[in-house]
């Protein structure tokens, strides 16, 4: 099944408050990146505020708790269980208590190491460890009783969404005692490489995801001496025959290794513009639309029985290409946006 559909509202103009927003987020990370690779980590944690956990109360009808798992190395993940409240949380809800209580699923964010303190492929490690963790202590009443851990999908956003598919070829390569992946939701994926998109060519100078903000990126989380064609940032492979924008490249790679791939385009949207709730479409990502599968069934439907168990950030989009080969019945929704072009959401059955 190859189904494109386009969500093409009126382009509406950007709201100033979004205009003044993506101003400070691009000054703050102007001021907070170095020349050399280095980072102003206080600086950013600064205007990075951070909600605590709640434990024993409910917020947007979502209680959260943080799990640490290895001090060594600052691991550890927030537990979100929804409640079965009707309330609802307003605009200003956070997204992952949206996805918790909206999907009605236990979520899981990890906290993992970050770049460029920490290189390739600490992040990947983080995640991967936390698969086993879970798998490991299925029994000792860390998840509600409720949680399935044999029906999990996993997410990501943005440099989120790389660390799900290359987690995911881990976890494919492995065998778990309990925990099994059935899919995934991978959010306008963060992928590179060597030859330059027209994408990235008509972004060269914007504000937000210009060029040198992203070079910078690869330069200080990919292996010293490597270049964007590393794996780990262009993961179809350099030199290929599709030079389009990286998302469309991974969608089209998908069906040529025998995914059932579903398209959905936001064209009038940019990358994270579900994080400013003055745009019309910010708050579609959680829609009904969004949590439907091609074969029309949705992720609800999908993960009867029990609470289903999703794991943020550390999302499984597709395995290698060998490994394509070996399974069949596989799905994936692409949900696009392109305003300035290249940004896609991939949700993808495994």
């Not at 997410?155 to 070829?169: E, F, I, M, P």
């Not at 200080?220 to 492979?237: C, Q, T």
């Not at 959680?286 to 439907?301: D, K």
Request: charged fraction near 20%; glycine fraction near 6%; hydrophobic fraction near 40%.
């Amino acid at each position: 099944m190859d189904i494109i559909e386009t969500l093409l509202p009126s382009k509406p103009p950007l709201p100033w408050r979004t205009r003044l927003a993506i101003l400070m987020i691009s000054i703050i990370s102007d001021v907070t990146r170095r020349a050399n690779g280095t980072f102003n980590r206080r600086l950013l944690n600064f205007f990075d505020f951070k909600l605590p956990p709640f434990p024993n109360m409910s917020i947007y009808s979502v209680f959260s708790s943080d799990i640490p798992m290895d001090p060594s190395c600052n691991l550890w993940f927030r537990l979100y269980t929804p409640t079965n409240s009707g309330v609802n949380g307003g605009g200003g809800d956070s997204s992952l208590p949206v996805f918790a209580r909206k999907v009605h699923a236990i979520v899981i964010s990890v906290n993992y190491r970050l770049a460029p303190e920490h290189r390739y492929p600490s992040q990947y490690d983080d995640g991967f460890d936390v698969l086993w963790f879970l798998d490991d202590n299925r029994a000792n009443g860390l998840l509600p009783p409720n949680a399935d851990l044999s029906k999990c999908f996993l997410v990501g956003d943005s440099s989120g969404a790389n660390l799900a598919h290359n987690v995911t070829v881990r976890a494919c390569r492995s065998k778990f005692r309990v925990l099994n992946i059935i899919g995934l939701v991978s959010i306008q994926p963060f992928f590179g490489g060597q030859e330059r998109t027209g994408s990235e060519i008509q972004l060269a100078g914007c504000p937000f995801v210009s060029l040198d903000r992203t070079d910078w990126c690869w330069k200080v989380f990919l292996p010293n001496g490597s270049n964007r064609d590393h794996h780990a940032a262009n993961v179809s492979g350099p030199n290929a025959e599709d030079i389009s924008d990286w998302q469309m490249k991974y969608y089209r790679w998908l069906k040529r290794s025998g995914k059932d791939v579903s398209l959905i385009e936001y064209p009038n949207m940019f990358h994270a513009f579900y994080a400013f709730p003055d745009l019309s479409d910010s708050s579609n990502l959680f829609s009904q639309r969004v949590l439907w599968f091609g074969s029309g069934q949705r992720v609800e439907q999908l993960l009867t029985g029990k609470l289903r168990l999703y794991i943020q950030d550390i999302a499984i989009v597709a395995a290698d290409p060998s490994f394509q080969q070996r399974r069949s019945g596989n799905e994936a929704i692409c949900i696009c946006s392109a305003r300035s072009k290249g940004d896609h959401w991939i949700l993808h059955r495994v």
